[in-house]
């Protein structure tokens, strides 16, 4: 056993040599590949070698060992040797892996950061391209002054109904700017989607498909994502918002970025690790005023195992008040259908900022703690207490008091 270590030793050595790697032209001309298809045949070469290898060391071992076959039989030494050889290409295949893709530390790109000479270089496969092309790079697209990355699938309802705007924009200003749409879902799906989806026939939709490597290397919690690269390094993250010819054309004539940063939440994290270099040892999180590219959503999410991930983007101060509401009653084994408030707030000047002012809440929780004591967190964040006339209308505010509920 100890020549065979020493042997599975040695062979991970040549591997790293690169004594395993055959000449591609052994198994087709390389002429008539593209790069992507060089690259496969390259590596079937190094597994085939590789594989080959060792059965014949393993042949080696059966011949050297022909004793212990006649002495406990075949299925346990045959268990013996698959344990071996599993042994050894567990050892050595996560290296091929690696070359194969050329990545193997991804960081995701915040702005200001180079795109990795990887990137540049990563062929990456298209379907429906105006040239035929099968692949391209985005290092094709160097000279322009600005390349956005749109990240888009065919679920996404807001992705196809940007499709429009962001083909006129390339229409525009194709002298100095390349937008690629990028999906990781499969050639065939996007080759049908196009087919059939008049939005997409329309503009004439190609599309990067099978992306594995860039969406790992962008964050994004909500789609259509737009990331803008100038000079090698990336300049923006965006929603569609940012798609307009005026700030694109003011950006390219004199530098200045008008439009809207995209906020990334990540509803299963601390929301303000996604807000830049605010402090994360905060357990709550308030913000007045909408967050474009945030999305929407709300609810409790289990957070870690102590606690209760409480969150709300991008909702009216009235649906978190009342969500809060329904659920205090349903502890209590009612059903609040409905909530009444008085027609003197209605009239109030604080009715529209209470009935449609966006806000973005997250309060992290111990699961100890009640609906309630919650809800009066959220109460002294929002500053918003309520209190129910004698009808059980909610109107008056009254400053630091509790609502009756």
């Given amino acids: 056993m100890k020549n065979f270590l020493r042997s599975g030793r040695g062979m991970l050595l040549q591997a790293?040599?690169?004594?395993?790697?055959?000449?591609?032209?052994?198994?087709?001309?390389?002429?008539?590949?593209?790069?992507?298809?060089?690259?496969?045949?390259?590596?079937?070469?190094?597994?085939?070698?590789?594989?080959?290898?060792i059965f014949r060391r393993c042949t080696a071992l059966h011949r050297r060992f022909d004793w212990l076959l006649s002495a406990i039989g075949h299925k346990p030494l045959a268990c013996i040797i698959l344990f071996c050889v599993l042994f050894s290409a567990f050892t050595v295949f996560p290296a091929f892996g690696q070359e194969a893709v050329g990545l193997s530390t991804v960081k995701p790109l915040k702005v200001g950061d180079a795109i990795p000479a990887e990137l540049w270089n990563l062929p990456l496969k298209i379907v429906n391209h105006p040239e035929g092309k099968e692949f391209i790079r985005l290092s094709d697209y160097r000279d322009k002054k600005l390349i956005i990355l749109d990240f888009w699938g065919t679920w996404c309802g807001s992705c196809i109904a940007a499709m429009p705007a962001v083909k006129a924009?390339?229409?525009?200003?194709?002298?100095?700017?390349?937008?690629?749409?990028?999906?990781?879902?499969?050639?065939?799906?996007?080759?049908?989607?196009?087919?059939?989806?008049?939005?997409?026939?329309?503009?004439?939709?190609?599309?990067?498909?099978e992306d594995s490597v860039l969406t790992k290397w962008i964050t994004k919690y909500t789609y259509p994502h737009f990331t803008w690269i100038t000079k090698g390094k990336v300049l923006s993250h965006t929603s569609e918002s940012a798609l307009e010819g005026r700030y694109v054309k003011e950006y390219l004539t004199g530098g200045n970025i008008r439009w809207i940063e995209k906020v990334n939440l990540d509803k299963n994290g601390i929301f303000t690790n996604s807000m830049g270099d605010l402090s994360t040892a905060n357990s709550s999180f308030y913000y007045e005023g909408y967050l474009d590219g945030a999305g929407g959503g709300l609810g409790a999410l289990p957070f870690h195992r102590e606690r209760t991930n409480y969150y709300f983007i991008n909702f009216s101060q009235r649906a978190i008040y009342e969500w809060f509401l329904k659920r205090i009653a349903q502890t209590k084994g009612e059903v609040l259908v409905e909530i009444e408030y008085s027609s003197e707030f209605m009239k109030s000047t604080d009715w529209k900022r209470y009935n449609e002012g966006y806000v973005t809440l997250q309060i992290l929780a111990d699961k100890a703690r009640s609906l309630r004591d919650v809800f009066t967190q959220y109460k002294s964040m929002s500053s918003w207490w309520l209190e129910q006339d004698v009808n059980g209308r909610y109107g008056k505010q009254v400053d630091g008091k509790e609502a009756r509920i």
Avoid: C
Avoid at 26 to 43: C, E, N
Avoid at 180 to 205: G, M, Q, R
């Fill in 16 to 53: 790293r040599r690169g004594s395993y790697f055959l000449p591609v032209k052994k198994y087709a001309k390389t002429s008539s590949l593209k790069p992507f298809d060089t690259m496969v045949v390259r590596h079937t070469a190094v597994v085939k070698s590789f594989v080959g290898d």
């Fill in 169 to 209: 924009l390339q229409d525009e200003f194709k002298d100095d700017m390349m937008v690629i749409p990028i999906s990781f879902e499969k050639a065939d799906k996007i080759k049908s989607f196009t087919a059939k989806n008049e939005i997409a026939k329309n503009v004439k939709l190609w599309s990067v498909v």
